[in-house]
T-cell receptor, first 113, second 111 residues
């Protein structure tokens, strides 16, 4: 069974640009979660998608947005990049239901210069 | 306020020794508690998941305990190996499908 895949693995952007990060969930998983992990800090919840709908979002500005496609893959977009957006962005997928475990990808390392 | 706190923040132990990591939470309504292992530069990998009625769950050399009354959990690692060096994250799920993450314990196993 293929795990959660994220692309690209590394991304370097300059301040003010836009970044697009992609995530393919495990086959059969309908929920996709996005997290930000800044260096040395814990995971901060960004967005949750299920069945193509945004179900919840964390305490992040609107320039962080995303979507989930009919095949359940997902995209995270970050507009007007700021230096503090530099972090590891992790995607996780799960089956529906709050008792289902999260399966994480290995993340996209975004560096903003 | 829903929070998850882990201790210690970091820990260094000798290979072969045991260690215990702690997690205290205030998440309500509680659904389940998970322990994850995160190697540097990689995504977290699930070690255990415990629901309200479970007190202990083992996964090889990893044993998690849960006291739902005091809202505390621990992760015990037996006979540590160099490959156990990682960050261990406690995640508590609320019934609203929200997940609350601790900031992790960084474990270093030295030969």
């Amino acid at each position: 069974e293929a795990g959660v895949t994220q692309s690209p693995t590394h991304l370097i952007k300059t301040r003010g640009q836009q970044a697009t990060l992609r995530c393919s969930p495990i086959s059969g998983h309908t929920s996709v979660y996005w997290y930000q992990q800044a260096l040395g800090l814990g995971l901060q919840f960004l967005l949750w998608y299920d069945e193509g709908e945004e179900r919840n979002r964390g305490n992040f500005p609107p320039r962080f947005s995303g979507r989930q496609f009919p095949n359940y893959s997902s995209e995270l977009n970050v507009n007007a990049l700021e230096l503090e957006d530099s972090a590891l962005y992790l995607c996780a997928s799960s089956l529906a239901g709050y008792n289902s475990p999260l399966h994480f990808g290995n993340g996209t390392r975004l560096t903003v210069t | 306020k829903n929070q998850v706190e882990q201790s210690p923040q970091s820990l260094i132990i000798l290979e072969g020794k045991n260690c215990t990591l702690q997690c205290n939470y205030t998440v309500s309504p509680f659904s389940n508690l998970r322990w994850y292992k995160q190697d540097t530069g990689r995504g977290p990998v699930s070690l255990t998941i415990m629901t309200f009625s479970e007190n202990t769950k083992s996964n090889g050399r990893y044993t998690a305990t849960l006291d739902a009354d005091t809202k505390q959990s621990s992760l015990h690692i037996t006979a540590s190996q160099l490959s156990d060096s990682a960050s261990y994250i406690c995640v508590v799920s609320a019934k609203s499908n929200q997940f609350y993450f601790g900031t992790g314990t960084s474990l270093t196993v030295i030969p």
